[in-house]
T-cell receptor, first 113, second 113 residues
Framework: GQQLNQSPQSMFIQEGEDVSMNCTSSSIFNTWLWYKQDPGEGPVLLIALYKAGELTSNGRLTAQFGITRKDSFLNISASIPSDVGIYFCAGPPISGGYNKLIFGAGTRLAVHP | KAGVTQTPRYLIKTRGQQVTLSCSPISGHRSVSWYQQTPGQGLQFLFEYFSETQRNKGNFPGRFSGRQFSNSRSEMNVSTLELGDSALYLC????????????FGPGTRLTVL
């Protein structure tokens, strides 16, 4: 089945730094989603991308849907301590079933004040 | 409006027992999906229900089952628990719009001893 490869696995940065993480696949996705999960909670949707080449922002977060439809990246600018958590990329399989998302393994972000 | 709620939040069972987890979707949402999250396998899709019918199923053994009621509330059941079933079980609901996305509950943390 389709898989999502997320990198890096973890990041440890200083407060104020910018962060970049990405997600790739060997097959195409028609929708890319970025979620953040805090400890003991469920994932919360950050950004949804529906069109190849689309660039979308949500506050300090910016995400892009790759032109090849096989990748996406998420940038966080001027990181703050509350950015700590696990970031997941996800997407519905090309075979259909929007409600059965495929998730990447996650990028664990730690922010040092 | 209220988000997705899951009960109980924490559960401890022993091997061989069975367990039932409950999920109440966002009001008006008729699609409910279940995911299992473990450190080793990450987030994996279990099954999806829509209007009381199972619409999609992930690659899990028959010990995992679910159902949905007429008020869209859903339950999942795991019979003959194994140690490897210890995980965070997440429920997500989704609305009608084609651009609507899944909203996750806080999860039920199941520990099998």
């Amino acid at each position: 089945g389709q898989q999502l490869n997320q990198s890096p696995q973890s990041m440890f940065i200083q407060e104020g730094e910018d962060v970049s993480m990405n997600c790739t696949s060997s097959s195409i996705f028609n929708t890319w989603l970025w979620y953040k999960q805090d400890p003991g909670e469920g994932p919360v949707l950050l950004i949804a991308l529906y069109k190849a080449g689309e660039l979308t922002s949500n506050g300090r977060l910016t995400a892009q849907f790759g032109i090849t439809r096989k990748d996406s990246f998420l940038n966080i600018s001027a990181s703050i301590p509350s950015d700590v958590g696990i970031y997941f990329c996800a997407g519905p399989p090309i075979s259909g079933g929007y409600n059965k998302l495929i998730f990447g393994a996650g990028t664990r972000l730690a922010v040092h004040p | 409006k209220a988000g997705v709620t899951q009960t109980p939040r924490y559960l401890i069972k022993t091997r061989g027992q069975q367990v039932t987890l409950s999920c109440s979707p966002i009001s008006g949402h008729r699609s409910v999906s279940w995911y299992q999250q473990t450190p080793g396998q990450g987030l994996q899709f279990l099954f999806e229900y829509f209007s009381e019918t199972q619409r999609n199923k992930g690659n899990f053994p028959g010990r995992f089952s679910g159902r949905q009621f007429s008020n869209s509330r859903s339950e999942m059941n795991v019979s003959t628990l194994e140690l490897g079933d210890s995980a965070l079980y997440l429920c997500a609901s989704r609305g009608w719009s084609s651009t609507d996305t899944q909203y996750f509950g806080p999860g039920t943390r199941l520990t099998v001893l």
